[in-house]
């Protein structure tokens, strides 16, 4: 047997033991989607952190580097300012004003905190997490389906076919314990690919020096941070527009939710330093795998999100290389699962039981959120299979949607007490479309980047409705 | 490599890990909030 599968496969079924394992926890809705806020600081930290690098981290950011070189920096120091960002002026006031209130979800928060009777808050934050996730899940498909094919040969569809069979499963089984803990295995993994991958490739070609005088060799301008631009055209063109990931991190609803399931407000700055601990050791692996991928692989390869597992394959032992592309795969699934959660939770919680039937009983809520679970798969399997852009632009997308739908209004509800329901709603909606419009209109892409024009226009609407409409709202202090 | 990028990168890690710590005390002082 293939060492590599064999590999993958104890990883996979490693995942699904803890899924049956954490299966028997699973008594309420408050546990499958919250695991009843008892995570520790460590299994808060490192899943929040593998959630939010998804096939993104080891497929796209890669590919990306591969692209176009040492820029792609920029887009780390904006994640990587972003995590901080988030974990310092959101966590904590989210954390202790979610159980204030007795919140489950992004959306319960903002009806609880706006006291909106009108719904509309909760109607608005279902749309856009149920709009945006389904692309989110269907680009993490899409690199479940590059990791398999790359790997074993076996078709793209096939791959995707499978990662969403054992993503919905172990979803299914546990819920947000059974996610909380495999991310946990998942975010450690992905951290040790992110830093051992790229140094055994330094060492393979000789050292830096080696890596510089290959990568030179391709395009000198391969190693520059600017790409032969300067003035405005660098500063907003190059600089801004990959620092500007930063803005997304503050409205992913999936990372913000392992915020509230943190035991205690007194583990919150554990958490932050355990996540930052993560991000300052593993984050600037990455790029560095695409640019060794380059230096190794050569400059030609048909398909670059696939540079990661081909890398794996040309450097490392059969077993090894079974557990590195164990770690691509799990960067994908802890995305995807906790996406799946969120977006399974927007229906159950925020319309089933808040709109339609409150009175459901805690087991038949439990069912209703597999059933859920399950639907959401296939309808994320079905868009998978028509995307037809790269891993990083269809996450580009999903994750400004969110950014731009709950970041502003999250974060000035939080510190700025003026804040109203209508400005946050109307910032919520702003966010929503001009996203998907800026997405649509290569002129507004020109002027501004995607991922910091929509933000920038949902800030001003919360702020500027909030001023003109008297507050009538909680504190929030 | 450029010594520009160098100083880029090496130089926001150092930043970045500097405002960690700051943060870290920022937030043990606001758990009471």
Redesign the interface.
Known sequence: MDPILIGLLLYLTVMLGVGLYTYRYMKSLDDFVLAGRRLGPWVAAISERASGESAWFLLGLPAAAYAVG?VE?WSV?GI??GI?TS??FI???LR?QTERYGALTLPDYFEARFDDRTRLLRIVSMLAILFFYLAYVAAQLDGAGQILNASFGIPHWGGMLIGATVVALYTLMGGFLAVAWTDLIQGLLMACVAVILPLVGIAHLGG?GEL?SVIAAHDPAL???DMGKTGSAFLFGVAFAGFSWCFGYLGQPHLLVRYMAIRS??D??KG??IA??W??IAY?GAPMIGLVGLAVLGPALDNPDQVMPLLTIALLPGWLAGIMIAGATAAMMSTADSQLLVASSAIVEDIYVRLVRPKTSPEKLVVLSRIVTVVLTLCALTLAFSLREGIYKSVEYAWTGLGSSFGPALVLSLWWKRTTRWGALTGMVGGLVSTIVWKNSAALQGFLDLKAGPVLISAALVIGVSLATSGTTRDA? | ??G??LI??VG??AV??V??VV??R???S??G?
Do not use: K
């Open positions: 040492f920096f120091i990587a300012s901080l974990w310092t966590a904590l006031r202790g830096f510089w190693l520059t941070m407000v007194e919150v700055p932050q330093a930052m601990g991000v300052l600037w202090a | 490599m450029p520009s990028t880029i990168v926001s890690w970045l890990a405002l960690t943060a870290y920022f937030n043990r606001r758990r909030d």
